[in-house]
């Protein structure tokens, strides 16, 4: 068997594996906070952490196929919310365009508000973090999925 000196050892794998799951931490925690509106050092935290996962796969050459095949489950299922989410911007950007000019023909005012669904919806923030926590759900999904495969 040759050498490869890129070879991931078990440590490796380790640290990819805790980096994944503490990043779907920090996405439910960022998610949670959707509602709870707290601004604090716990919150900038989660925020990190869900850059840890990512990050760690795409910036590392020592991981082995098994995490990449993980991994690209994770980026379908973000690929996919991300369609879905911007399908939803587009319904919503077309429908408040055609309310404001309906609005407009019917009194010849403009309408200058926006509804909170078009606001949440349009947040940068709210978009990473769901856009996070469906990658780290999916990886969560393939793992979960393959070890019930193996016992089985």
Do not use: C
Request: proline content about 3%.
């Amino acid at each position: 068997m040759p050498y490869e000196p890129n070879m991931p050892t078990e440590s490796d794998r380790h640290f990819h594996y805790k980096a994944m799951w503490i990043g779907l931490f920090g996405s439910l925690i960022s998610a949670a906070n959707q509602f709870l509106g707290l601004d604090n050092m716990l919150i900038a935290m989660a925020y990190g952490a869900m850059a840890g996962g990512p990050l760690s796969i795409a910036f590392s050459r020592n991981a082995d196929e098994y995490l990449y095949s993980l991994t690209l489950v994770g980026f379908r299922w973000m690929s996919a919310v991300l369609g879905i989410y911007l399908m939803a911007l587009f319904l919503l950007a077309t429908g408040d365009v055609a309310n404001n000019l309906g609005f407009w023909l019917a009194s010849g005012e403009s309408q200058n508000k926006a509804s909170s669904v078009t606001l949440a919806l349009g947040s940068s923030v709210t978009a990473t973090i769901v856009l996070s926590l469906a990658f780290h759900l999916g990886f969560g999904f393939a793992w979960l999925r393959d070890r019930q495969d193996t016992r089985s």
